[in-house]
């Protein structure tokens, strides 16, 4: 696929120049909250879970969101990710693939809905079509986002979300806007 050859080569650059200049491949490989934070005081993880039937991008996805400060369990199949609910009790947000093989995204939302689980869903896609994000969004979806858009900007919609979640589990805030009558 030639996303999955765009991340190849993307690491085999990023390799190259931590050989050259560690310096520098710090800098372009983490966030710059993390490269100037100090280490003695990390911020959380945030616990993630990915499903993607792409093998190849959900590996090379859970190395580069590592970096950003996530933990990523990935799954090949909703069935799989299913079969484990112990998962789904430790994880803060739930990213799935839009075009799974067996099941769309959507049915996958559906089911973990149903199973009470009540985590943000972003989904992500290699087809950035207006129509697959109003349906996702419409199916309840947080957020959807192309993959070509790069883990960094990935990586910042799902803290996003993560941090809507915490607020509305904390402070029973809803994410959206409120309109009610002037008083």
Known sequence: RPRFQYLHIRRLAMSILLEKDAEAYLSLSLPLAYATTSCSSPSPRIQTILVDDDEGYAEIATEE??????????YSSGEMLLANPLALKEAEIVVIDWTLPRAHGTELMRELRERSVDLPVVFLSD????RCEVIALDHGAFDFVDKARGFEIIAKRLRMAVRWSRRERTHGVKPGIRISALE
């Open 65 to 74: 969101l590592a970096q950003f400060g996530f933990d990523v369990r990935s």
């Open 127 to 130: 087809l950035p079509e207006a």
